[in-house]
């Protein structure tokens, strides 16, 4: 059996596995660079119940990241944004208001690996203490790297998830291939790094 790839990495595990400061990680996340989530038990809001993971608002608790070395200070949050949603939603009742430490802070680990790839980071390949992926990407990345360095870029995007998709299909042992949307949630940055810097 086969476990499926991890789903997060704490906020302590990225720092080591990027060997950066908490306060760096706060700030990439404030730029917008990455989310950082916490998972948060039903309440109500506007009618809504939201529970599950949720993006938290860095900047409102940063003093918990520079006082990382001093133990778990707990903080409350007053607002949250859904992910993949843009705007925040702010926690009206002070009962409902949660209280988060940093040990409840992750990073969705799709982001992890997206950000290593976008910052040409060593260890981006590498997953310690989760199991191997169900795709051979580190097989697409070295194919597509050949294919742009020896013939460039394709003409368009769906040129190049096509490309990846044909990839996949050749070399299956067992047939499954990633669907269209998440081979383009992969490489959809790296084909828009390459044509901002075209």
Wanted: with cysteine; hydrophobic share 45%; charged share 25%.
């Amino acid at each position: 059996m086969t476990l499926p790839q991890r789903a997060f990495f704490t906020v302590q595990e990225v720092t080591i596995r990027w060997d950066c400061s908490p306060y760096d990680l706060a700030g990439w996340a404030i730029a917008g660079k990455l989310d950082i989530v916490t998972a948060i038990e039903p309440i109500e809001q506007g009618g809504e119940v939201l529970a599950g993971l949720v993006v938290v608002p860095v900047a409102d608790i940063l003093s918990m990241f520079r006082r990382w070395e001093n133990g778990q200070a707990s903080r409350s949050i007053r607002r949250i944004r859904i992910p993949g949603q843009e705007g925040w939603i702010m926690i009206a009742d002070p009962s409902d208001h949660i209280q988060v430490e940093l040990a409840d802070l992750m990073v969705l680990a799709d982001e992890v690996y997206q950000f290593e790839l976008l910052n040409g980071m060593a260890n981006r390949w590498t997953d310690p203490g989760g199991a191997p992926s169900r795709y051979d990407w580190e097989g697409l990345y070295v194919a597509l790297i050949r294919r742009v360095h020896f013939h460039g870029l394709p003409a368009t995007q769906a040129e190049w998830i096509a490309d990846a998709q044909a990839w996949f299909a050749e070399k299956s042992r067992n047939g499954e291939v990633p669907d269209e949307s998440t081979i383009r949630r992969r490489l959809g940055p790296i084909w828009k790094s390459l044509q901002e810097d075209a």
